[in-house]
């Protein structure tokens, strides 16, 4: 008996995380969802960068478990935070492109739809926002506070995000000047952003809170602090010889980013910082002994950028995938996706589920134990958090569009991939078939000796795509 009693013991403190900790907490789990700006899914020490320093999100992947196969929204910002907020794919996400408003920001989300920050606030959460929004000008519905956030703190249009030393930011409904100019930066908005995200998780530590970090590194201009120790260490590491400071060739406007002499080491050493400052908060939320009850999510709004003279091929930043931001090849849409969760998460865990951003919003409904909207197109993927693959359901597909370069669109079924380009002029235009199983890098096109593969995808991509007079896509020809 006294044996059985051991056993049974064992057992079950092997399994605390997924069951007993979990029961306790499920109602007032505390989520942090990180994004990262035009961040690879090659750029991460864990996921299989060599060059770039990555100490303590390469700590939080150990801690908790490594996406390998999952999807941001599209392959540029705002879509894909639609997405991201709406759990709606971007074939019925509300914003499907970047479109800028004067004098600053961008098309509103408007308010029938439906957001994880609303979700959160309904079940009683406190909600905050600290980095970019780019989802609605100040004044329209689209703004954070209107949107379910309870604070917001940062740049409220993405083009302005562009620079890291602004006149302006935003906090809630009131513009916050900044000492900055042209000649005389003093203000790194990276910084202040991150104290602001740090003393809002102070502040609400008793709380049940769901926080947006949504940082704007590494995103183009590639800029630092004057005299930053780890640019100089990594131009010392790559031997980086300066440049001329002009307009890279091939920049999607030349006009909008300011130059940088040693783009490689500020690249490096901006995607080091976001490192530190992810460590700054693990750090906070151990402080304040509320790590355990933390969901921590950490991934990027698309793939890497070559604006501001960035160059993805010198990092590897893709991580073997083809494509880059604007793509919906792999390297445009997958991203490195890492979420922790010490009551729950097992650490040094994988997983393979195929997900995408719009799965966050009814995992969020279950762990928090509401009741998801029904006009989404995510699955909860709490079973695979748990360590549940068995039950986990599973996508027949993914679905994504693009609305520039001619416009694009890509679904994912299983392992098979199928990318349509020019689909604005041409919705019939035969597609491109990839089996990422045995080709990954998406380099033999499979579609002539598949063709009932072929005629699934092209079904699929007929069928999810919703024309939205805000963001015409196939009726722009007209």
């Known amino acids: 008996m006294k044996f059985k009693t051991c056993l049974f013991i064992v057992i079950s403190s092997l399994s605390v995380w997924t069951r007993s900790s979990y029961a306790q907490t499920k109602t007032r789990t505390n989520v942090i969802f990180i994004l990262a700006d035009d961040l690879g899914y090659g750029d991460l020490g864990s996921f299989g960068q060599k060059l ?23 392959s540029v910002c705002a879509p894909s935070r639609s997405a991201l907020m709406t759990g709606q794919h971007t074939g019925h996400t509300p914003i499907r ?79 916050v000047e900044l000492p900055n100019t042209q000649t005389d930066k003093k203000v790194y908005t990276g910084d202040l952003i991150q104290s602001k995200a740090l003393a809002f998780i102070e502040k ?43 307009p890279q060739p091939g920049d999607a406007d030349p006009g909008v980013y300011e130059p940088q002499a040693y783009p490689h080491a500020a690249y490096a050493a901006m995607v080091t910082r976001l490192d530190t400052y992810v460590g700054e908060v ?30 993805p091929e010198f990092f590897n930043s893709s991580g073997g995938f083809r494509g880059i931001k604007r793509d919906l090849y792999e390297g445009g849409i997958r991203e490195p996706t890492i979420m922790s969760w010490p009551a729950v998460i097992k650490p040094g865990s994988t997983s393979a589920f195929t997900g995408a951003f719009w799965d966050m919003m009814p995992t969020f409904a279950e762990i928090i134990g509401v009741k998801a909207p029904a006009s989404i197109d995510g699955i909860s993927i709490l079973p695979t958090l748990k360590g549940q693959p068995t039950v986990q359901k599973q996508h027949e597909f993914l679905y994504w569009e693009f609305h520039e370069n001619g416009g694009r669109q890509a679904v994912r079924m299983g392992n098979w991939k199928g990318i349509r380009l020019n689909a604005m002029s041409d919705p019939d235009r035969p597609i491109e078939l990839y089996d990422l ?39 722009k020809k007209k």
């Open 97 to 175: 492109g970047n479109k800028g408003m004067k004098p600053e920001g961008q098309f509103p989300l408007k308010n029938p739809a439906y957001t994880v920050a609303e979700l959160f606030r309904d079940a009683g959460y406190v909600t905050g926002d600290f980095g970019k929004w780019g989802l609605g000008f100040p004044g329209s519905e689209g703004e954070p506070l209107k949107q379910g956030f309870s604070e917001f703190f940062g740049y409220n249009c993405q083009s302005i995000a562009h620079d890291y030393f602004p006149d302006h930011l935003w906090e809630n409904n009131k513009r």
């Open 204 to 246: 609400n530590k008793a709380k049940p809170f769901f926080a947006f970090l949504s940082y704007t590194l590494p995103h183009a201009e590639l800029q630092l602090p004057a005299n930053d120790p780890v640019m100089k260490q990594y131009i010392e590491a790559f031997h980086e010889q300066a440049r001329p400071v002009k």
């Open 282 to 311: 693990v750090a906070k939320l151990k402080a304040l002994g509320i790590d355990k009850n933390t969901l921590i999510i950490f991934s990027s709004d698309n793939g890497p950028h070559r604006e501001g003279g960035n160059e």
């Open 437 to 475: 199983a045995a080709d990954p890098a998406e380099t033999n096109d499979l579609a002539r000796s598949n063709p009932e593969i072929v005629k699934k995808l092209s079904a699929i991509l007929k069928r999810e795509h919703t024309e939205n007079p805000d963001f015409p896509f196939f009726s």
């Open 52 to 74: 770039i320093r990555t100490p303590h999100l390469d700590a939080l992947t150990a801690s908790g478990m490594k996406f390998t196969s999952f999807y941001s929204g599209t």
